[in-house]
């Protein structure tokens, strides 16, 4: 049966394998049938736990770890070679802040134009799917309510708003990679999809809390100082952005950018689901928030991608259940 799967579906890379959704991709990817090959980062992933990973079902037959950091894009090579489709997840990742900001893009943006080209010297992948995200959209002066993917962020918009804070880094990071990766795709017939997802939560497999759940999870954690940052915001479920983007690499005539983003909510409404969906933990009331300011995001629009045919399967509720059970399991709650 094993083989028979491999045959079918093909193999695939994921880059950047041991970060929060790119786990969990390799999780779904391997329910659905396909290989997978997946990086880590060699300088200081190669003492990491990676039982996480390697304990996956299908992992022992269907799994394979090979070593690649964005400051070699040919590191790339070995672990792309013979795939039909390669996800690219990895972003670099600097918690201590020791690097510049123009050094964070040039090895964000020349180390996915690495992959690409690797791609491209294959002849085996059939199209790429790029992981952006929703700050290459919301970050612009526009006035919009609602912003599609015709829309872009604007660095200067960014810096602006942002100054040092590393939100603007990571920003500006991810829309001249973005562009860049669509540029190369575009100039050189590679076939490149690009995926935006707003704030990823849910379960997760990683064993560390992701940014994106705990943020999410601010009133459940009762970070006070930081309810600001849920003014308004949109969601998507782990899984379904996991789904979406296997769905946009098998779907025929997928072209371009999609927004992928489930559900937004405001900081009341949230209170108001939480406290009545979680009594046992202290849900500032939705009256205590209404007056709150702060950093709202921008709306955006998932109607390219339900158009192709995608269909949303969790929302808020399901979102929050899954992620506390994780939380509890991993000693975060």
Request: charged share 25%.
């Amino acid at each position: 049966m094993e083989e028979n799967k491999e045959i079918e579906k093909g193999r695939v890379c994921v880059t950047g394998g041991t970060g929060f959704f790119a786990s969990w991709l390799i999780k779904r990817l391997l329910e659905d049938g396909y290989s997978v090959n997946t990086t880590i980062r060699s300088s200081s992933e190669r003492r990491r736990n990676i039982d996480y990973l390697t304990d996956l079902p299908g992992a022992s037959g269907r799994l394979q770890i090979f070593n690649a950091d964005l400051d070699k894009p040919d590191s790339f090579n070995a672990a792309i070679e013979g795939c039909v489709g390669v996800f690219h997840v990895a972003h670099p990742i600097d918690i201590e802040s020791k690097e510049t900001e123009e050094s964070k893009i040039k090895k964000s943006v020349s180390g996915t134009i690495g992959i690409l080209q690797a791609c491209l010297n294959s002849k085996t992948v059939k199209r790429v799917v790029y992981t952006s995200s929703a700050s290459t959209v919301t970050f612009n002066d526009k006035g919009l309510d609602i912003m599609d993917e015709s829309i872009w962020s604007d660095v200067d918009h960014v810096r602006r708003n942002f100054g040092d804070h590393g939100m603007s880094t990571y920003s500006i990071t991810k829309i001249l990679t973005e562009k860049a990766a669509l540029e190369f795709a575009e100039k050189h017939g590679l076939d490149l999809v690009s995926i935006i997802p707003t704030w990823i939560h849910g379960p997760f497999v990683c064993p560390f809390l992701p940014g994106s759940v705990r943020m999410s999870m601010l009133m459940i954690f009762g970070y006070q100082d930081e309810y600001k940052h849920l003014l308004s915001t949109p969601f998507v479920h782990t899984d379904d952005l996991a789904r979406a983007h296997i769905f946009l690499f098998e779907c025929p005539d997928a072209k371009g950018r999609y927004i992928c983003s489930a559900v937004e909510i405001t900081i009341d409404k949230l209170a108001e689901c939480l406290s009545a969906r979680y009594p046992e933990y202290p849900i500032p009331s939705a009256d205590s928030l209404r007056d709150m300011t702060g950093f709202k995001y921008g709306g955006v629009s998932s109607k390219k991608l339900l158009d192709t045919g995608f269909e949303y399967k969790y929302g808020i509720e399901d979102m929050f259940d899954a992620a506390i059970q994780c939380c509890k399991q991993k000693g975060f709650l």
